[in-house]
């Protein structure tokens, strides 16, 4: 499937060198349709999901008793599944073989994967009957942990110098490139968190949440470029395809806690902003240098 993928891209990409050749030598014919001035599309992109990262998290428990030491963690392995996008665009031709665009793509591939058990382990100090003593105790347990489900989105904006040439009756060729700008986001389910509480007769108690995670919206600067081609179908239709290569650069957002996914279940209340405060969750990698094919219909004038 990647083979195919990059195959096509490669052929595509091939496609603004033969416009630009073209630019040199072909004269619209009699039989050539006059090149638009204008041009609204919309089109499907496909691209490749992110690659496999690795989440680490870790935190120390909150314990109303006297903690001497403790550690929460847990190890999530995520990768993004393929899933389609849109693109919108618009373009001005001032000159024949010269324009502007503008281009607006969103993406929201799926997150899944697998997740290590929930380790959490304290030291504490206690007075437990019938000597009511204070003594040291310690508290060790993994729980076994549904795997991690999400989604991550991007979407971009972005602003084109474009050439063109019409290479057959029918056939127009475009290269373009410029400047992109990205906002990334999305949100992870779930994680471990566990609380504990001293009852009486120095009882133990512990409560796990399950968290919900969130990238907080990152906005990068970079670039795009990309070239593809038009079938004209009528007066004023045709189809599109092409391929565009971004170029933002490699993102690492700090996933904070979103919410208590089991409030209803567990005895105690959660105070979201103490898990986020206490919460560390660290790894997370998405390469946002991506190829993209897209196919559409275009309208022009």
């Not at 994680?191 to 009852?199: A, D, H, I, P, Q």
């Not at 996933?255 to 969750?281: Q, T, Y």
Request: charge should be neutral; aromatic fraction near 8%; hydrophobic fraction near 45%.
């Amino acid at each position: 499937m990647f083979l195919r993928f990059r195959s096509v891209i490669a052929l595509l990409g091939a496609l603004p060198v033969l416009g630009l050749a073209a630019l040199a030598h072909a004269q619209p014919g009699p039989t050539t349709p006059a090149l638009p001035i204008a041009e609204i599309w919309g089109a499907i992109l496909v691209t490749q999901p992110p690659e496999e990262t690795t989440l680490n998290t870790h935190y120390v428990p909150a314990f109303t008793g006297q903690l001497v030491s403790g550690l929460g963690s847990q190890t999530l392995i995520v990768s993004g599944s393929g899933r389609a996008g849109f693109e919108l665009g618009a373009a001005f031709y001032p000159a024949a073989h010269f324009g502007l665009e503008a281009r607006l793509e969103r993406f929201a591939p799926s997150l899944s994967g697998t997740s290590t058990p929930h380790d959490v382990a304290i030291i504490y100090l206690a007075k437990q009957p019938p000597a009511y003593e204070l003594k040291q105790y310690s508290y060790q347990r993994a729980t076994d942990w549904d795997d991690p489900v999400g989604t991550v989105s991007l979407t971009t904006i972005s602003a084109n110098a474009v050439l063109r040439a019409a290479v057959a009756p029918r056939v127009r060729i475009t290269a373009s490139g410029g400047l992109a700008i990205g906002r990334l986001g999305g949100t992870l389910d779930s994680v471990g968190y566990t609380v504990f509480s001293l009852g009486g007769h120095a009882v133990l108690f512990p409560d796990t949440a399950e968290i919900g995670l969130r990238f907080p919206t990152e906005t990068r600067l970079g670039l795009n470029v990309g070239g593809g081609f038009d079938v004209v179908l009528g007066p004023r239709v045709a189809l599109t395809a092409g391929w565009r290569w971004l170029l933002l650069g490699t993102a690492e957002p700090a996933a904070v806690a979103r919410r208590v996914l089991n409030a209803d279940e567990i005895p105690r209340e959660i105070d979201i902003d103490d898990v986020r405060e206490n919460l560390k969750v660290e790894g997370l990698s998405i390469n946002l240098n991506r190829a993209r094919v897209v196919v559409g219909l275009k309208l022009a004038w």
